[in-house]
Nanobody, 116 residues
Framework: QVQLVESGGGLVQAGGSLRLSCAAS????????MGWYRQAPGKQRGLVAA???????VYADSVKGRFTISRDNAKNTVYLQMNSLKPEDTAVYYC??????????WGQGTQVTVSS
């Protein structure tokens, strides 16, 4: 089995910063891609940012220039640095890992609340 443990969420004022972390553990040969998704109340879960094992990244248009995704392959950990946060960034943020030969795994989610 594979477990994902997220941390770093919380309450911040608009314009502030937060850093999310997600560590994968368990029976892992390698992780092909890791990413962050978010789901606000009444909305569908959507991609925020993703990164491959080689370091290629993709971002949602709404976070480009404000968020940065990175990963530590040795630690099977992905990070999301969120700067210039806006109230519309408020959501539950979920980590996802695409584990080679095993499939997709999700974290339990961490709440990010941005006050105006």
């Amino acid at each position: 089995q594979v477990q994902l443990v997220e941390s770093g969420g919380g309450l911040v004022q608009a314009g502030g910063s937060l850093r999310l972390s997600c560590a994968a553990s368990g029976s892992i040969f390698s992780i092909n891609a890791m990413g962050w998704y978010r789901q606000a109340p009444g909305k569908q879960r959507g991609l925020v940012a993703a990164i491959t094992s080689g370091g290629s990244t993709v971002y949602a248009d709404s976070v480009k220039g404000r968020f940065t995704i990175s990963r530590d392959n040795a630690k099977n950990t992905v990070y999301l640095q969120m700067n210039s946060l806006k109230p519309e960034d408020t959501a539950v943020y979920y980590c996802k890992s695409v584990v080679a030969y095993r499939g997709d795994y999700w974290g339990q989610g961490t709440q990010v609340t941005v006050s105006s």
